[in-house]
């Protein structure tokens, strides 16, 4: 009779354990602003999900809207399940999570180092793409500091495709023939193969140089930029299928006093986003310092920014580097979650200009206060008249929308 009841007992136990395992995890999502919320990126703890669903080492989960259809996720670096959520104006949507074998997701943001390009690294998603540079241009006497912008008006992954069509051998090695018999048609052969011109899918055309570029932070001491080269170690901590990572370092420098200063940015681009979630924080300062977020002015368009200090936003409509192929307009913005001190356009001098930034006009500047071991956040990218933003005026639109949103986030609660 004991041994029966011990049975049972056990039984009871495992059936139990077996109902904890299978009790879904269900997920409020609720949108405070006043439009929609359209495959915004969500993040819950992979802590907190194995809490109550209890997985094995080995087990699976799936994430399913209100329409019982499964929802891509990414696991990240630092321990979140990320996954896009649609949520309409003040509202909220049910997101459950529960075990299962998930569907293959597509990858939408993807980067890498890129050495046989001078140590770029490149990353895009279904939207934009981008690039810094690093140590090997840093040595080659180049100077090119800020971020650069590759338009793009397809969803498909398109960068790796450019690099090898721009690096291509036999393509330079023609081009080299073409030029000791007949420089005009070697110049024809090299516009065929460039991207600074738009040829269907994208192009770059973006001219940045020893600027900040699209949205580069850097200290700043008065009216004097502190400006930060090339990045001088790369770390790629997400790649896909839904957000990319990747952690750079700098080479330290000496600022109003305090020698040694190294900066540290944390830059993410998400699925569906035309801006790059950033952290940027300094090791070695000491004291409180002006921190500036900056985007270039060109000559061919000197007037044509935009600020809002209330708001939290910067932007700037760009011609390209070369108009006449109609390359249409690309526009730069950065967004601010928290309330920035100043916002202005600084000009460069004729002599400065000329002599150290390649021609540029100036900046649009966004300033803020830095505070030493404090971690700086913001938001910067682009858009393409070509593709989604036919004017600066709904270019703008995002960027205010893009405030709003980081200023009143999606409010996830576990049920």
Request: proline fraction near 4%.
């Amino acid at each position: 009779m004991k041994r029966l009841s011990l049975i049972a007992a056990a039984l009871t136990f495992c059936l139990c354990a077996a109902c904890v395992q299978k009790t879904p995890l269900s997920i409020s999502v609720t949108n405070r602003a006043t439009f929609d919320r359209n495959g915004e990126m969500v993040e819950v703890s992979m802590e907190d999900i194995n809490a109550r669903l209890h997985l094995a080492d080995t087990a699976q989960f799936i994430i399913i809207d209100e329409n019982d259809q499964q929802v891509p996720y990414q696991i990240t670096y630092d321990g979140l399940v990320a996954f896009p959520a649609n949520v309409k104006a003040s509202a909220t949507s049910t997101y459950t999570i529960k075990e299962g074998v998930p569907d293959d997701f597509e990858t939408c943001a993807y980067g890498k180092v890129y050495p046989e390009r001078l140590d770029d690294v490149a990353w895009e998603n279904d939207r934009v793409a981008f690039r810094t540079y690093g140590p090997a241009l840093q040595k080659s006497g180049e100077r090119a500091f800020g971020y650069d912008v590759w338009c793009k008006r397809t969803s498909d992954l398109v960068v790796e495709d450019r690099y090898a069509k721009e690096l291509d051998s036999v393509s330079r090695m023609r081009v080299d023939s073409l030029n000791a018999i007949d420089p005009q048609r070697s110049k024809e052969f090299l516009k065929s193969i460039s991207y600074h011109v738009e040829h269907g899918n994208g192009m770059d055309a973006y001219s940045v140089g020893p600027t900040l570029g699209a949205g580069t932070a850097a200290l700043m001491d008065g009216e004097s930029i502190a400006y930060p080269k090339c990045y001088k170690t790369c770390e790629i901590l997400d790649n896909g299928p839904l957000r990319f990572t990747v952690k750079l370092t700098y080479e330290p420098i000496v600022f109003k006093g305090d020698s040694n200063i190294i900066e540290t940015r944390i830059i993410s681009l998400d699925k569906g986003s035309q801006l790059n979630k950033t952290i940027v924080y300094y090791s070695g300062l000491k004291k409180k310092a002006d921190l500036c977020v900056g985007i270039v002015i060109h000559p061919s368009n000197p007037t044509a920014y935009v600020m809002n200090k209330e708001m939290g936003y910067i932007g700037y409509e760009d011609l390209t580097d070369n108009a006449n192929n109609d390359n249409g307009k690309i526009y730069l913005g950065a967004v601010f979650p928290i309330a920035v001190k100043e916002t202005k356009a600084i000009l460069f001098t004729e002599k400065e200009s000329k002599e150290l930034r390649g021609g540029a006009t100036g900046h649009v500047l966004a300033v803020s206060d830095y505070l030493p071991q404090s971690e700086y956040l913001y938001y910067w990218g682009d858009g393409w008249s070509k593709w989604g933003f036919p004017s600066k005026e709904i270019w703008e639109k995002y960027l205010q929308h893009f405030s709003i949103a980081v200023r009143n986030p999606l409010v996830v609660t576990l049920n």
